[in-house]
């Protein structure tokens, strides 16, 4: 089959299953499969891709930080987290929205998920931002944005499925996204405090230096456990995959007093939202290995590799064309899906060019945070619309400027390595 026909099959049986409502993962590995059936009119061959691409360490990490991440949000945790924050900074101008960003970055470094990430903390934080006088519509695009922080701060879902496909070092991946969630939730704070420095209804009383220390003392516990996670990551104690099942069994144990006051019942609805969660994007993932091989074996990838060479496309334009692209695509696919459908194309392609492929995931971990906040599939805007009880375009104005400072963010990111790659390095 030549390069031409197997992609008009493989996007064209891709782009119809997705219109009639398939879901992804399902779609994918149908697209592959027809591929391969016509090639070598053999179906066991992608059901041992699906199984090979699932039959890795690594993967036990993907549910194990979303089932974490649920147990911490529904245990009463984040709330402990936002009160011991708030009663630290929440005085200052603009101080609830800081405190909502800030504590962001502190769940995402639990959790790996954007929308987990915006739910937990917006269940928490999203009704005392409007009791305080924050306009409501700030108040949704804020947390829809800063959410995002959850796919780009370590531990990140996609940045452990980008490091599965790309056989790329899960931890240096982990290590190139702390300093541009740093810097983006830095963004985020100072055009929080700026918009907000003349609203004095948002402003509340200092809290006493008691109230500090008990809230402090309160919310003990969950600060350690990104310290748990990262640290034993990073000082070789634990691997990802350790360190996520670490992060359910303390997770379990900081909590088990609001579960047990709850009861059997509710922990056992968590646990299996968790699972749901988890089994959704295992199936995406296989159905994309399936893809993804019948993509390679197609010539598409390298066809797009000879093009590039022949036409001497520069680094900068490439990247920019990544960038318009993958904007685009997440305007219609949620966030893993659009990473694994273009991975596969995009990795022969900045080898050819010499660009750094850990450089390049964070590029595409700030795209799919940009994705999470764009209609119409934009699962953040959904999560925050449910939240407030608004509907998406509502929070989807809201989320209008905090969209510049993500494409400010996603500019310095792809034209300055060094910020994805000094922790590395």
């Known amino acids: 089959m030549d390069v031409g026909s197997a992609t008009l099959l493989l996007v064209g049986t891709l782009a119809i299953l997705s219109i009639i409502g398939v879901p992804i993962g399902l779609s994918l590995a149908a697209a592959g499969t027809s591929y391969i059936f016509i090639i070598t009119t053999s179906l066991p061959v992608s059901a041992g891709i699906m199984f090979s691409a699932l039959d890795k360490t690594p993967v036990l990490a993907i549910p194990f930080f979303?089932?974490?991440?649920?147990?911490?949000?529904?245990?009463?945790?984040?709330?402990?987290?936002?009160?011991?924050?708030?009663?630290?900074?929440?005085?200052?101008?603009?101080?609830?929205?800081?405190?909502?960003?800030?504590?962001?970055i502190i769940f995402s470094a639990m959790c790996g998920s954007s929308i987990a990430t915006a739910a937990a903390i917006g269940v928490v934080v999203l009704p005392e931002l409007i009791e305080r006088g924050y306009p409501q519509r700030f108040s949704l695009g804020l947390i829809a944005m800063s959410g995002g922080l959850g796919i780009l701060i370590p531990p990140s879902i996609p940045l452990i499925i980008y490091g599965l496909v790309s056989n790329e070092s899960i931890g240096k991946l982990f290590?190139?996204?702390?300093?541009?969630?740093?810097?983006?939730?830095?963004?985020?704070?100072?055009?929080?405090?700026?918009?907000?420095?003349?609203?004095?209804?948002?402003?509340?009383?200092?809290?006493s230096a008691k109230e500090r220390v008990q809230a402090l003392v309160a919310a003990t516990d969950v600060l350690i456990l990104p310290v748990i996670i990262l640290g034993s990551i990073y000082g070789g104690i634990f691997t990802p995959t350790e360190a996520s099942a670490v992060a359910v069994v303390y997770a379990l144990v900081i909590t088990a007093p609001e579960?047990?006051?709850?009861?059997?019942?509710?922990?056992?609805?968590?646990?299996?939202?968790?699972?749901?969660?988890?089994?959704?994007?295992?199936?995406?993932?296989?159905?994309?290995?399936?893809?993804?091989?019948?993509?390679?074996?197609?010539?598409?990838?390298?066809?797009?590799?000879?093009?590039?060479?022949?036409?001497?496309?520069?680094?900068?334009?490439?990247?920019?064309?990544?960038?318009?692209?993958?904007?685009?695509?997440?305007?219609?696919?949620?966030?893993?899906?659009?990473?694994?459908?273009?991975?596969?194309?995009?990795?022969?392609?900045?080898?050819?060019?010499?660009?750094?492929?850990?450089?390049?995931?964070?590029?595409?971990?700030?795209?799919?945070?940009?994705?999470?906040?764009?209609?119409?599939?934009?699962?953040?805007?959904?999560?925050?619309?449910?939240?407030?009880?608004?509907?998406?375009?509502?929070?989807?104005?809201?989320?209008?400027?905090?969209?510049?400072?993500?494409?400010?963010?996603?500019?310095?990111?792809?034209?300055?390595?060094?910020?994805?790659?000094?922790?590395?390095?």
């Open 66 to 104: 979303i089932i974490a991440a649920e147990i911490l949000s529904r245990g009463g945790a984040i709330k402990r987290l936002v009160l011991s924050i708030d009663a630290q900074i929440g005085h200052l101008p603009g101080g609830l929205g800081v405190v909502a960003v800030i504590s962001t």
């Open 175 to 207: 290590q190139a996204g702390i300093v541009p969630g740093l810097i983006f939730g830095a963004l985020l704070c100072l055009y929080v405090i700026v918009r907000t420095w003349k609203w004095p209804e948002t402003l509340r009383p200092k809290a």
């Open 259 to 425: 579960y047990q006051r709850q009861g059997i019942r509710k922990f056992v609805e968590v646990v299996a939202r968790g699972c749901v969660t988890s089994a959704a994007i295992l199936l995406v993932l296989a159905g994309a290995a399936v893809f993804g091989y019948a993509m390679t074996d197609s010539g598409i990838p390298q066809t797009l590799v000879t093009w590039i060479a022949d036409h001497k496309l520069s680094v900068a334009l490439f990247l920019i064309c990544v960038n318009v692209l993958l904007i685009f695509l997440g305007m219609f696919l949620e966030v893993i899906s659009a990473l694994l459908i273009t991975l596969p194309i995009f990795l022969p392609l900045i080898k050819l060019l010499g660009i750094d492929p850990i450089h390049f995931a964070i590029i595409m971990i700030i795209n799919m945070e940009i994705a999470a906040v764009t209609p119409p599939i934009g699962l953040n805007l959904f999560t925050l619309s449910a939240i407030g009880k608004v509907s998406v375009s509502e929070v989807f104005r809201g989320t209008a400027p905090f969209l510049v400072i993500a494409f400010i963010m996603l500019g310095l990111i792809t034209f300055v390595p060094s910020l994805s790659l000094m922790l590395v390095k």
